[in-house]
């Protein structure tokens, strides 16, 4: 069995300064209690249930910065409504993170994880144009297929994403915000509508949560891989292993995670899912990477 244990790394390994920060650790097979029950839960964060999570990844330590968007998908192609290189980039379309993961893979020399197949063919990730990319609801790409053993970069799925977002090892203690369970500390964690001043902010500006990641709760919203249509799937006593969500063929939502710089503390609780069609763009939704790790 493939054990999971979170190496947070450097999103893009051949920028300046990222090079060192990598590593490819075994770690443990992770069971942990999804969802919550505080009093500022939503009906879609319940039930509580157990997931197990068996791969090992390595995750980016903070969100994609619009410098490291421009590396891989040009200069041109930078979609942000806010500008500066250590932002993070927003504005960008469930459909755009897949391109940009797997160009960020192909530089790198790792295999992508993302498969899309249109009129019978594979698309050419390698060339692929900015402009091709579906501004509307596109069948084809909603069927793609991720290849969860490739070592390319990918969207965390939901659950990948919240036990990141945590702060401890244990099944019990869980964290209301990425960093804090006290409402009164979370501006030292997160950019969020109280604090923010209607802007995002540089990526890395607050305290990193226990396990060294920035900007989990606020700054911008984060697309994850996840299917979902707003409605739980799960039963309080329901174990699951390694969920991806629901059938992206069919629903034609995916879930962002963390909130951002313009909500409430509600939203950017680790807890809360939100979801969006796979096109839409808005300068509140940016995102992370990870990868497999063998």
């Known amino acids: 069995m493939k054990h999971i244990g979170f190496a947070f790394v450097c999103a893009a390994l051949f920028f300046a300064g990222c090079a060192n920060n990598t590593a490819d650790v075994p770690g443990k097979t992770v069971i942990f209690r999804?969802?919550?029950?505080?009093?500022?839960?939503?009906?879609?964060?319940?039930?509580?249930?157990?997931?197990?999570?068996?791969?090992?990844?390595?995750?980016?330590?903070?969100?994609?910065?619009?410098?490291?968007?421009?590396?891989?998908?040009?200069?041109?192609n930078n979609p942000s409504f806010f500008s500066g290189d250590d932002l993070p980039v927003e504005k960008v379309s469930w459909y755009m993170?897949?391109?940009?993961?797997n160009k960020l893979s192909i530089h790198e020399g790792r295999t992508p994880c993302y498969k899309i197949?249109?009129?019978?063919?594979?698309?050419?990730?390698?060339?692929?144009p900015f402009d091709d990319i579906p501004t509307d609801s596109n069948d084809e790409w909603n069927a793609v297929i991720c290849d969860w053993d490739a070592d390319g970069w990918r969207?965390?799925?939901?659950?990948?994403?919240?036990?990141?977002?945590?702060?401890?090892l244990t099944a019990t203690d869980i964290a209301v915000w990425a960093g804090t369970t006290d409402s009164e500390k979370l501006p030292d964690y997160a950019w969020y509508g109280k604090n923010a001043e209607n802007t995002t902010h540089a990526v890395k500006g607050k305290l990193p949560n226990g396990r060294g990641l920035y900007d989990m709760s606020g700054n911008v919203k984060e697309w994850c891989w996840d299917a979902w249509d707003g409605r739980s799937p799960?039963?309080?006593?329901?174990?699951?292993?390694?969920?991806?969500?629901?059938?992206?063929?069919?629903?034609?939502?995916?879930?962002h995670r963390g909130g951002d710089w313009k909500e409430d503390k509600r939203i950017d609780r680790v807890s809360y899912r939100g979801y969006a069609q796979p096109w839409y763009k808005r300068q509140t939704i940016g995102f992370r990477v990870c990868r497999t790790v063998k």
């Not at 029950?37 to 068996?54: F, G, K, Q, W």
């Not at 993170?97 to 993961?101: E, N, P, S, W």
């Not at 197949?117 to 698309?123: E, I, M, R, W, Y």
Request: aromatic share 8%; proline share 5%.
């Open 34 to 76: 999804m969802g919550s029950t505080d009093s500022s839960a939503v009906p879609d964060e319940n039930p509580v249930h157990s997931v197990i999570l068996t791969r090992s990844i390595a995750m980016s330590d903070h969100e994609v910065t619009q410098a490291e968007w421009k590396s891989v998908m040009g200069e041109e």
């Open 234 to 255: 799960y039963d309080s006593d329901q174990t699951v292993t390694d969920p991806t969500g629901q059938d992206a063929a069919v629903v034609k939502f995916h879930i």
């Open 117 to 128: 197949t249109v009129d019978g063919s594979p698309l050419d990730f390698a060339a692929f």
């Open 155 to 168: 969207l965390p799925t939901s659950a990948e994403w919240e036990y990141a977002a945590r702060d401890t």
């Open 97 to 101: 993170a897949l391109v940009y993961c």
